[in-house]
């Protein structure tokens, strides 16, 4: 009775920082999904449109989810509230990093100014999964 208790919790309840079963199943759908450049898939939340390569290239089930929109009856959504660390390098179509750029990153909602560092680098940003960001060049007061 144990054993099937411990299962049961490893397949649904993301226990031990495990993702749930739902996420171990996206991941396993998307991983072996073809490698189909033009095919998109749909945020749920928002009706984003977003390549199935770029959900392909996310490196779990819970970032697919979140991605898909799909984050809300996650199972392992108890994760630590800053799953993603990120810092942002802009660089102009020529590739050359835009150094000490004002910039603004809009996401969720929620907007971050800034100044780009030397190598054209923005302050690392902290959310609680995968987000689509926009990100405005110049002094931008209102988006």
């Given at each position: 009775?144990?054993?099937?208790?411990a299962?049961?919790?490893e397949?649904?309840?993301?226990?031990?920082?495990?993702?749930?079963?739902?996420?171990?199943?996206?991941?396993?759908?998307?991983?072996?999904?073809?490698?189909?450049?033009?095919?998109?898939?749909?945020?749920?939340?928002?009706?984003?449109?977003?390549p199935?390569?770029?959900?392909?290239?996310l490196?779990?089930?819970?970032?697919?989810?979140?991605?898909?929109?799909?984050?809300?009856g996650?199972?392992?959504?108890?994760?630590?509230?800053?799953?993603?660390?990120?810092?942002?390098t802009?660089?102009d179509?020529?590739?050359?990093?835009?150094?000490?750029?004002?910039?603004?990153?809009e996401?969720?909602?929620?907007?971050?100014?800034?100044?780009?560092?030397?190598?054209?680098?923005?302050q690392?940003?902290?959310?609680?999964?995968?987000?689509?960001?926009?990100?405005?060049?110049?002094?931008?007061?209102?988006?």
């Amino acid at each position: 009775m144990e054993e099937m208790k411990a299962r049961f919790a490893e397949m649904f309840e993301g226990s031990n920082n495990q993702e749930c079963l739902d996420c171990r199943i996206t991941f396993k759908i998307y991983k072996e999904w073809p490698d189909m450049p033009e095919a998109m898939t749909i945020n749920q939340k928002t009706g984003e449109r977003i390549p199935i390569n770029a959900i392909r290239a996310l490196p779990s089930g819970y970032d697919m989810r979140q991605a898909l929109g799909q984050g809300g009856g996650c199972l392992c959504r108890n994760r630590s509230a800053s799953l993603f660390d990120e810092e942002l390098t802009l660089r102009d179509a020529n590739g050359s990093p835009l150094a000490d750029t004002y910039y603004t990153i809009e996401w969720r909602g929620f907007l971050t100014r800034g100044v780009t560092d030397s190598i054209g680098r923005t302050q690392r940003h902290k959310t609680d999964g995968a987000q689509a960001v926009r990100i405005y060049l110049g002094h931008r007061e209102s988006v």
